[in-house]
């Protein structure tokens, strides 16, 4: 008999600083943008016995795993919704769900994704893919890499991961492709090993930027951040918050600007003048916490 193999479990971030700055009401309607393994959203429905929250996710697979037991667990009191945050106020609006309290949204990459999805991982060897709903993308990292022209590819790498080779790498993979097409993670890593110097100093894998410019360019991720923060002013009630978690500066920078331009234009006040990041505890036993990001505002 063969051992069930567990879920793997994506440990929220930020968890407390979360529910301060939303500031959970009773009897208060509030977003999980990102439901993921549903730490955030349980946090929620745990913190005050009369709210409802509504848990988001374009990965049909983490709200079958993960969200039966919190339908059990909070009865009548959870609604999941599937789509891609991007069109949220359109999904609000389809399902009659009315103005919220507050929104959450942690734009960090799942453990589940990374572990059990295609191509996001240079540790293991799979499919390049990384799109992360195949109902939403439909472009794989595969076809940017292997049709994508040198001077796309330089872009896109150094627009999405800031990777100082990005010239050395795009110049490689359009020279190999030609004697064979790039078909898996490993082909990828592999490659790119022997081109970028290895710096025990950095600590992560020399892929690993060009692995992350594929994925956000796949998955269209700052476009969909964009959409997504535009169309969640539109849905909060006055004095409704709007909590934001990034992991990277791409991202970070998106969110202080659009909240500085609505600060300036008299929507929102700033809730967080300086960026929150998790206290040294929190690191310690969710060291994937180091790199997150806070920023909240209310809406006026």
């Known amino acids: 008999m063969t051992e069930e193999k567990k879920p793997i479990i994506h440990k929220s971030v930020l968890v407390k600083e979360v529910l301060h700055y939303l500031d959970i009401k009773p009897g208060g309607l509030y977003l999980d943008a990102t439901f993921g393994s549903g730490g955030h959203t349980r946090a929620i429905l745990e913190s005050e016995s009369t709210c409802h929250v509504i848990a988001m996710d374009w990965d049909t697979k983490t709200i079958d795993t993960y969200g039966s037991e919190l339908l059990e667990e909070f009865p009548g009191r959870i609604t999941f919704l599937w789509g891609n945050f991007s069109l949220v106020y359109k999904i609000l609006k389809k399902h009659k769900i009315g103005k919220l309290d507050g929104i959450l949204a942690d734009f960090g990459t799942s453990q589940m994704q990374i572990v059990e999805g295609s191509g996001f991982s240079v540790y293991r060897d799979t499919p390049l893919d990384m799109r992360m709903s195949t109902s939403h993308q439909k472009i794989t990292a595969a076809q940017i890499v292997n049709e994508a022209s040198e001077e796309e590819l330089r872009e896109i790498f150094w627009r999405y991961g800031q990777e100082r080779y990005t010239k050395q790498i795009a110049r490689a993979i ?20 022997r081109i970028v110097p290895y710096n025990k100093k950095r600590k ?29 002013i539109q849905l909060l009630k006055p004095g409704g918050r709007l909590v934001l978690i990034s992991f990277h500066s791409l991202e970070d920078r998106l969110v202080k600007q659009f909240f500085a331009d609505r600060v300036q234009s008299g ?34």
Do not use: G
């Open 267 to 300: 929507q929102v006040e700033l809730l967080t003048p300086k960026v929150v990041i998790a206290q040294k505890e929190e690191v310690e036993k969710n060291p994937s916490s180091r790199s997150a990001k806070l920023r909240a505002v209310k809406f006026l």
């Open 174 to 193: 359009v020279e190999d492709r030609v004697k064979k097409r790039f078909k898996t993670t490993k082909q990828l890593a592999e490659m790119i090993e």
């Open 204 to 232: 992560i894998h020399p892929a690993t930027r060009v692995f992350q410019a594929l994925r956000i360019c796949v998955n269209k991720e700052l476009d969909n951040i964009t959409s997504f923060m535009s169309a969640s």
